[in-house]
C-alpha cells in the first residue's frame, strides 16, 4: 500500500486473498460471491483503512430493450465466454461457487442464464451491488467472436443509463 504512484488492485474468489487485498493492496477486483464483499470491508476497517473503498466487480449482464432477441443473436458469444470461466474454475475446484458457474455457462434457457436483462433490471443490480459498498463495476468490452458493432448498442444502452445509476465509477 502506497500514498503515491500506481494503484495496485488485487483480485480474489476466496477469503484468503480477499482478506490480503484489503490489507495490502488498493483495491479488490472481487470475483463470485458477493459475501466476499462484506469480508473485504470488514478486513479493511480492522486493519484501519479508510477512504474509498475500491471494491470492483464485474458485471455480467447487459442491459437491452429486447433481452430475448439479445439472447437469440449474441447468447452463444456469452455462452463461450462463461463457458471458457467455468472450465477454469472447474480445473481448480476449490470453491463451491465453481458449480455455479458451470451450471450457468451450461443453461440452454435464456431465463436461467440472464445475460440480457432490460435497463430497469441492470439499474436494480447495480443499486443492489452499491448497497453492498461496491464503488466500481466492469463489464467485458466484448463478447467473444460477436462483430464490435453488434455489442455496441448494449454498451450505448450503459451511457445511456449513467444519470440512473447510483455513485460507482
Request: charge should be negative.
Amino acid at each position: 500500500v502506497h500514498e503515491e504512484g500506481i494503484p495496485i488492485w488485487l483480485a480474489g474468489r476466496a477469503e484468503v486473498p480477499v482478506r490480503r487485498a484489503a490489507r495490502r493492496g488498493d483495491g479488490l477486483l472481487a470475483v463470485g460471491e458477493l459475501g466476499l464483499h462484506d469480508v473485504y470491508l470488514a478486513e479493511r476497517a480492522a486493519a484501519g483503512r479508510t477512504g474509498r473503498a475500491n471494491l470492483c466487480t464485474f458485471v455480467q449482464r447487459y442491459p437491452t430493450d429486447d433481452p430475448e432477441r439479445a439472447d437469440a443473436e449474441l447468447g452463444e458469444h456469452a455462452a463461450y465466454r462463461d463457458l471458457r470461466y467455468a472450465d477454469w474454475y472447474g480445473t481448480a475446484a476449490d470453491l463451491p461457487a465453481d458449480e455455479v458457474w458451470r451450471k450457468r455457462a451450461l443453461a440452454t434457457d435464456a431465463a436461467r442464464r440472464r445475460r440480457f436483462v432490460t435497463p430497469d433490471e441492470l439499474v436494480a443490480e447495480l443499486e443492489a451491488l452499491a448497497a453492498t459498498g461496491v464503488d466500481t463495476v466492469l463489464w467485458f468490452g466484448t463478447l467473444p467472436g460477436a462483430a464490435p458493432e453488434a455489442t455496441l448498442p448494449l454498451f450505448e444502452q450503459i451511457a445511456a443509463l449513467r444519470p440512473r445509476l447510483p455513485s460507482m465509477t
